[in-house]
């Protein structure tokens, strides 16, 4: 009695250790969400960080579009979320992106660049060799619908001609 309780209790540790290191996966995905004020699709000094702003996020097999993973979150007071995703998803590509802004005049969903993208792909496996269960996406931005004056003068500090296009010299 007492020798197959204790070989019990031996299993369960066993099972528990195996599991917190290989059974169970848990990832944050955390991002930010701007109104992109000059229209320009990346973070500017004028660039203003959005709370109340819906993204999602989607996870699919690659190969047949089948979607297995979708989950809506709203950022906080400074623009920011936290998605927690349940499990390994190696085999999936998974992105966020934007579904829904609070304002009015800034709630554009749109490249206006042909190689940007809206969406922001993340990793969630630890088989890439990334320890931490923190994944950051990189930030998105709803389009103003009127860019700000002073955007040309940003650009041009930015070394981008006024209109935000990139210099030849
Ligand atoms: C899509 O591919 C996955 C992985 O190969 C498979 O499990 C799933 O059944 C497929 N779905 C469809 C609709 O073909
Ligand atoms: C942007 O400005 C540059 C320099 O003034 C000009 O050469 C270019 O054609 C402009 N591009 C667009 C899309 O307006």
């Not at 996870?59 to 979607?67: D, F, G, L, R, W």
């Not at 940007?116 to 619908?145: D, M």
Request: with cysteine.
């Amino acid at each position: 009695m007492a020798k197959s309780t204790i070989m019990v209790i031996a299993a369960l540790c066993l099972m528990s250790v195996v599991g917190s290191a290989y059974g169970y996966d848990k990832f944050f995905v955390e991002g930010k969400v701007y109104c992109d004020t000059c229209r320009i699709q990346f973070l500017t000094s004028v660039s203003e960080f959005l709370p109340g702003a819906t993204v999602r996020l989607e996870c699919k097999v690659a190969a047949n579009e089948t979607i297995t993973y979708v989950k809506d979150v709203t950022t906080d007071a400074a623009g920011k979320y936290s998605i927690e995703v349940e499990g390994d998803h190696e085999e999936e590509l998974c992105e966020v992106f934007l579904i829904d802004s609070p304002r009015q005049d800034c709630n554009e969903i749109k490249s206006e660049v042909a190689n940007l993208e809206t969406a922001s792909r993340v990793s969630l496996t630890h088989k890439n060799g990334i320890v931490s269960a923190v994944r950051e996406a990189n930030p998105l931005g709803f389009l103003k619908a009127v860019p700000l004056a002073e955007c040309p003068q940003i650009f041009k500090e930015l070394g981008l001609n006024a209109n935000g296009t990139a210099s030849d010299s």
